[in-house]
C-alpha cells in the first residue's frame, strides 16, 4: 500500500510539472483533471471520502469545465489551435 501511495505522490510532481512546462493550453487542462483525480484518489487513501468527493466534483469536474468553456470562447480549443500554426 504504501508504494502505491508513493507512486501517486510521485504522479502528482510529475503532473504539477508538466502543466507549468506545456505549451498547450488544452493538454495543460487535461494534465490538471488527471492532477485533481489523482488527489482525490489520495485523499480516499488518507481515509477523508468527504474532501475526495469535493476535489473530485470540483477540481476535476466543475474546474475542468470552466477551463474548456473559457478555452473555447477565446478560440484555443480544436481544430482552430492547430490550423493556426
Do not use: Q
Not at 10 to 38: D, E, H, R, T
Amino acid at each position: 500500500m504504501i508504494i502505491i501511495e508513493w507512486l501517486l505522490l510521485l504522479f502528482l510532481i510529475v503532473c504539477a510539472v508538466a502543466v507549468s512546462i506545456s505549451k498547450n493550453l488544452l493538454n495543460s487542462v487535461i494534465i490538471f483533471m488527471s492532477y485533481s483525480l489523482v488527489m482525490a484518489v489520495i485523499w480516499v487513501l488518507l481515509r477523508s471520502p468527504d474532501l475526495a468527493i469535493t476535489e473530485a466534483a470540483v477540481g476535476a469536474g466543475v474546474t475542468s469545465v470552466l477551463f474548456f468553456l473559457a478555452l473555447r470562447k477565446i478560440g484555443r480549443m480544436g481544430h482552430k489551435d492547430e490550423e493556426e500554426k
